[in-house]
């Protein structure tokens, strides 16, 4: 198995939706903080990962406060440090998200990316061609049989766990 190990690659990608937010904060979108249901239902997804052992080695999320908060409980959870934000994530088209998945540096083979809908959902039927309800706090982890993110597109994942709060 050691040498098969060796030049065997596979990179994992988990993608998140925020957790559950307040509907108006008095301000712009960008800046609505999470509802205590929110947080609860994030710390309950971020446990639930560990149990399964899908630990990300590094989080990137939109810098808004829902996503940034969620993927910072999810941070917590796996003793990371601060999730690293990318600007383009935020209201993202399938296009941006996938240019993010083949910016992801190289190093990382399980990274998780925090963001919003319908970019989550539809990021995740492109990669893998499942269609899914994506609800707040959803986790999806898809897999792909290549060495380097750049090599991600359209039908090369496979998705091998699912879940939500709801679920």
Known sequence: MGLFYLFYMMKKLILIRHAKAEKDSFGKDFDRPLKYP????????????????????????????????????????????????????????????????????????????????????????????????VHTSTTALVEFDIDNWAEVTGDTGKLVFYSSPKE
């Open 38 to 133: 929110g947080i609860q239902d994030a710390r309950f997804m971020a446990d639930r990962l560990k149990e399964k052992a899908i630990i990300p080695q590094l989080i990137v999320t939109s810098p808004a406060l829902r996503t940034k908060t969620t993927a910072e409980i999810f941070a917590d959870t796996f003793h990371l440090p601060d999730p690293t934000t990318k600007k383009s994530i935020y209201e993202a088209s399938r296009e941006a998200w996938l240019k993010v998945i083949n910016g992801l540096p190289d190093e990382y083979d399980t990274i998780a990316v925090v963001g919003h809908n319908p970019g989550v959902a539809e990021i995740l039927r492109y990669l893998t061609g499942e269609g899914r309800e």
